[in-house]
């Protein structure tokens, strides 16, 4: 079985629900938000509206609102339809919509000049790794690389920074997990949909206008370790719930995966460390997990239009800190820990890539 546990809120209000909204009455937004090429939408105010197509931000000048009231009644109806409260007493809301985009609105006077909006979609699809290698995503060789990760079962973190395709080149590589392992995906927002034959998705939940009812990643975590978990798999640890993977990927579950953000493949044990003493570890304490519990770090990076699979480097110790060291790298090929990752690899009884020392 393979865990996956990513950063995403289940709030999808149940079929009937007072107040439910269709995406298809989003007003100016309609259109927007059903474009297959837009990733977000924000909104500025009532005549202020950008996209994200891929190239960067982008006005939207014949989309806009009567004036502010209106937009702020539109903002509130959205987070009603979530069963969440957006007013003066609880000026900001982050939740989902009934189809799983992503909301969060500002209202003043936090926002100084909103009411604001800000709108992520969600494109329910799953790219293989040939689709990635046309795109560009991948070249043949990281292709070949990351296949052999796969299939050795070594676990790895897939890093990055916002829309840098973290989430699409995970589901890609959860595809071509064997047929005889279960999926179990943890997530804030129903995100990842790998092409497989079993999967089971766990979602978190906020609480209500009352304050209860929430359940957090932690809870999911240990909830997903009792679903006979073949593979243990975090998207986006963002918070105290590494401890519980980290746990987790140390007590047999080897194949895991997760993302996280960062600037740079180097980052990520740092990043780590962050994330680990936010739940009350030591950093000594955090490094010995990461070292132990995780292998390869494959890190993403975008140019415009282009979202790239810039570096692969292994995890180790040095001394008292954590390093990555470069295994492939996009624009040079083979780093100096390619013969290090090419016998981990043979280690596990897996085909070495031609690309770091296999046989052509």
Request: with cysteine.
């Amino acid at each position: 079985m393979t865990l996956v546990i990513s950063d995403h809120v289940d709030t999808t209000p149940s079929a009937g629900r007072p107040g439910a909204i269709d995406v298809a009455e989003l007003g100016p937004l309609a259109d927007l938000v059903a474009d297959p090429s837009v990733t977000d939408v924000l909104v500025n105010g009532p005549a202020e509206i950008w996209v994200d197509r891929g190239v960067g931000l982008q006005p939207v000048p014949d989309a806009r609102f009567a004036n502010a009231d209106d937009l702020r009644r539109f903002a509130v109806r959205l987070a009603a339809t979530c069963g969440r409260r957006l007013d003066e007493a609880s000026p900001w809301v982050d939740a989902q919509l009934p189809d799983g985009t992503r909301l969060h609105a500002v209202l003043p006077p936090i926002a100084v000049r909103g009411p604001y909006l800000s709108l992520r979609t969600l494109r329910r699809q799953s790219i293989g790794l040939a689709a990635l290698v046309g795109l560009g995503t991948l070249t043949a060789d990281s292709a070949r690389i990351v296949e052999a990760i796969v299939r050795a079962r070594l676990a790895y973190v897939v890093s990055g920074g916002t829309g840098s395709g973290k989430t699409t080149l995970l589901a890609a590589l959860l595809s071509l997990v064997s047929v005889t392992e279960r999926i179990v995906i943890v997530e804030e927002a129903p995100e990842l949909t790998p092409d497989h034959p079993h999967v089971v998705s766990l979602q978190c939940r906020q609480s209500n206008v009352e304050g209860a009812g929430a359940v957090s990643l932690r809870d999911l975590v240990r909830t997903a370790m009792r679903m006979r978990p073949d593979r243990l798999v975090v998207g986006e640890c963002r918070g105290a719930e590494v401890i519980d993977l980290l746990g987790a990927l140390n007590t047999g579950h080897d194949g895991g995966a997760c993302t996280v953000h960062a600037n740079t493949a180097a980052d990520v044990p740092v990043r780590f460390e962050a994330l680990g003493m936010l739940g009350g570890l030591s950093r000594s304490a955090v490094q010995a997990q990461v070292v132990a519990a995780l292998s390869v770090v494959l890190h993403l990076s975008r140019a415009g239009r282009l979202r790239y699979l810039d570096e692969i480097g292994l995890i180790a110790a040095e001394r008292d800190a954590v390093v990555v060291r470069s295994a492939w790298h996009y624009l040079h090929g083979p780093g100096p820990a390619a013969v290090d990752l090419g016998r981990l690899l043979a280690r596990r009884g897996v085909l070495v890539p031609a690309v770091l020392g296999g046989r052509r």
